[in-house]
């Protein structure tokens, strides 16, 4: 589990889950095609956090008949699910924009070599 944790006098406090914890998490999915994760390569549209903690978060793929359109949420879903204090996970694949190389970070395209 990734702790989202904090310090007071009274000692060690669960915080609420962050937007950044849930980023982080989902950094480390890679599409098994291509060498950088997926939030860099711009496939995830939509996180939010509701009060309780219960995660949702809207993904698209690089196209709808992409190999690994079936394990990708998954794997997504199960990388947000290790964050301490998660609740439910829920991840929706969208298609609406259609993604395009412009959704992706200059650090993905310097990986790629697409300048």
């Given at each position: 589990?990734?702790?989202?944790?904090?310090?007071?006098?009274?000692?060690?406090?669960t915080s609420p889950v962050?937007?950044?914890?849930?980023?982080?998490?989902?950094?480390?999915?890679?599409?098994?095609?291509?060498?950088?994760?997926?939030?860099?390569?711009?496939?995830?549209?939509?996180?939010?956090?509701?009060?309780?903690?219960?995660?949702?978060?809207?993904?698209?793929?690089?196209?709808?008949?992409?190999?690994?359109?079936?394990?990708?949420?998954?794997?997504?879903?199960?990388?947000?699910?290790?964050?301490?204090?998660?609740?439910?996970?829920?991840?929706?694949?969208?298609?609406?924009?259609?993604?395009d190389p412009s959704r992706m970070s200059?650090?993905?395209?310097?990986?790629?070599?697409?300048?």
């Amino acid at each position: 589990m990734i702790p989202v944790t904090s310090w007071t006098p009274d000692g060690e406090t669960t915080s609420p889950v962050s937007e950044e914890a849930v980023i982080t998490a989902i950094a480390t999915v890679f599409d098994p095609e291509i060498p950088v994760n997926i939030y860099e390569l711009g496939l995830i549209y939509a996180v939010e956090i509701a009060a309780n903690n219960d995660v949702k978060v809207e993904m698209t793929l690089t196209a709808p008949a992409c190999p690994s359109a079936q394990e990708l949420p998954e794997m997504v879903r199960d990388a947000v699910a290790q964050i301490s204090g998660v609740g439910d996970v829920t991840v929706d694949t969208v298609w609406d924009p259609p993604w395009d190389p412009s959704r992706m970070s200059e650090e993905a395209r310097l990986s790629l070599n697409m300048f």
